[in-house]
Structure formats: structure tokens, C-alpha cells
């Protein structure tokens, strides 16, 4: 398996920042996605990255309005025209990916980004 340098994970990553670009969103689903629990814009620039490529989201990130009620299990980033950046990203409220607030959301009630860092391999 090839390894990237520190250097090169922080290029990368940058790369994905700017896909993400001035209109991004994190969108955060149940199991399979079959639903979309929250859709929150993302902040510009979206996030950071440090010298080892780890990105990471600017917070707070709040969604004042849940539209389902289900269980946080999946989040995915998509850009202004809601192409797919990043998915599969982990949700919960510990040491997940994403971080939120309560990962039981109930329609109508408030959601927050607590945090959301993302490590390259």
C-alpha cells in the first residue's frame, strides 16, 4: 500500500476543502441514508487543514429545524450543487467523525455540530 506523505495528505485534503467550496452542506442521515434526518449549511471556508491533512469543520454548526425524526447514523458533505464529496462518515456523540449534540433526532427540535474531524489514512 502506498503512503503519503504529511505533505501531500495536506494538499490533498485542501483539494477536497475546496470542492467543498463557499456553499457547501452536511447532510446527516439514519442507517442507509434512507432518510435525511438534518441539512445544515456548512460555514465558508467550510473547514481547515492542518499540516498532516486532517480536516477539520468549522463549528458551530446548528440546523434549527430537524425534518425527521430517526437515529444519527451517517453524514455525508456535499458541495452547492449537491454533488457527493465526502460520505460515509461516521455520527455520534463520542469519538465519531461527526459529532453532534444527541444523535436521537426528533422532528422540529434543534441539532448542533459539535465537531467533525477527518483523518486521512
Do not use: Y
Amino acid at each position: 500500500m502506498a503512503t503519503l506523505s504529511d505533505a501531500a495528505k495536506a494538499v490533498a485534503s485542501q483539494a477536497i476543502v475546496d470542492l467543498i467550496g463557499a456553499a457547501g452542506i452536511l447532510e446527516i442521515g439514519d442507517s442507509g441514508f434512507a432518510n435525511t434526518l438534518s441539512t445544515v449549511p456548512l460555514q465558508n471556508p467550510a473547514a481547515t487543514v492542518d499540516g498532516a491533512g486532517v480536516i477539520t469543520i468549522s463549528v458551530p454548526d446548528v440546523d434549527p429545524n430537524i425534518a425527521v425524526t430517526g437515529t444519527a447514523a451517517e453524514a455525508r458533505i456535499r458541495d452547492g450543487s449537491s454533488a457527493d464529496i465526502i460520505t460515509g462518515l461516521t455520527v455520534g456523540t463520542g469519538a465519531e467523525e461527526i459529532v453532534v449534540n444527541d444523535a436521537s433526532f426528533v422532528n422540529g427540535q434543534t441539532f448542533t455540530l459539535e465537531s467533525g474531524v477527518l483523518t486521512p489514512a
